[in-house]
């Protein structure tokens, strides 16, 4: 890659969150956005595959720290990314030093802190139970069950989800046996493209263990199966609540590891706490996707700023 193919790049970083795989852009003093075109070329390198990219703006509103875009890896916006989310406050708070937070979104504001543990707590908002919310193409008055299934039509696979909105829409499909026993890849992507869903979802399979905790497996919408999705562990806690199968407070094993949830009584938000990772550093083009790496440094570990 020679200089001018570089000349109008930015410092981005390959992070996780648990194992969701994210690329967090430096877009901030620029008025163009990542394009769907770039997100796709760099999915397309095993470099830079990702689940979704953290794309971070300067503010558009007063007392707010960034305006983030969510981009999933087919190139379509998502208006949440918990695990995302995390990745960008651990490399806000390397670069500046402040541990709080305010971000701003399609979706509205996010509030999130780094602990003295490192670990990152972000407050997901309110979670949304409607059908025209979620949203669903039909009416369902109970949204804690709604009428859907996969397999023979006498004995499905998966029926009856929970279906909730966290910003963006989720599907939570409720096992007795192991969450690894099914075939997510093949049934995930015709559930997350069902005409119930207009706006297609995430979707995930859960087995509760106990009443604080359950195990979870999600396809997240535009980007496919994950080693984790934070607002799919909200949204799960949250559905686990409302139909009575665990507390307000859970842990979510992912397949990365687990995030605890709180679904707070006292504002009705629901907060998220795991860890973020740090992997490389490099520059990118926003429009073409084309990148470069940085040298790694000796001892490069731990969190870091773009
Ligand atoms: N990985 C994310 C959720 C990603 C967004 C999703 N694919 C969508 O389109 O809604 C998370 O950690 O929440």
Aim: hydrophobic content about 40%; some cysteine.
């Amino acid at each position: 890659m020679d200089n001018r193919d570089m000349a109008d790049s930015v410092q981005f970083a390959r992070m996780n969150g648990l194992g969701n795989k994210i690329l967090v852009v430096d877009m901030r003093g620029r008025k163009d956005r990542v394009t769907p075109h770039a997100a796709i070329a760099l999915n397309a390198d095993p470099a830079t595959e990702f689940d979704q990219i953290m794309a971070i703006h300067d503010p558009k509103a007063a007392g707010t720290d960034a305006w983030i875009d969510i981009i999933n890896s087919d190139g379509t916006m998502a208006q949440a990314c918990g695990n995302g989310t995390r990745c960008v406050v651990q490399a806000l708070a390397a670069e500046t030093g402040k541990k709080a937070f305010l971000f701003h979104t399609v979706a509205g504001l996010l509030e999130a802190k780094e602990h003295e543990d490192g670990t990152i707590s972000v407050d997901m908002g309110s979670p949304r139970f409607g059908w025209n919310e979620i949203p669903l193409a039909e009416e369902f008055h109970d949204t804690r069950r709604i009428e859907l299934q996969i397999g023979p039509i006498d004995d499905p696979v998966l029926h009856s989800p929970s279906v909730a909105s966290m910003g963006n829409p989720h599907a939570i499909f409720w096992v007795d046996d192991d969450v690894w026993s099914y075939e997510l890849d093949r049934f995930g992507p015709l559930l997350e493209n069902h005409p119930i869903f207009p706006e297609r979802a995430n979707i995930s399979i859960a087995r509760v263990r106990s009443r604080d905790e359950m195990d979870l497996r999600t396809w997240e919408r535009g980007a496919g199966l994950t080693l984790a999705c934070g607002s799919a562990a909200c949204a799960a806690a949250v559905s686990g609540a409302r139909t009575g199968r665990t507390e307000r407070t859970v842990t979510v094993n992912v397949p990365g590891g687990p995030l605890l949830i709180e679904w707070r009584e006292r504002d009705d938000h629901v907060v998220m706490t795991g860890p973020a990772e740090w992997e490389w550093s490099g520059t990118v083009d926003p429009a073409t996707g084309a990148f470069q790496r940085d040298a790694a440094a000796a001892g490069d570990s731990g969190a870091r700023a773009l």
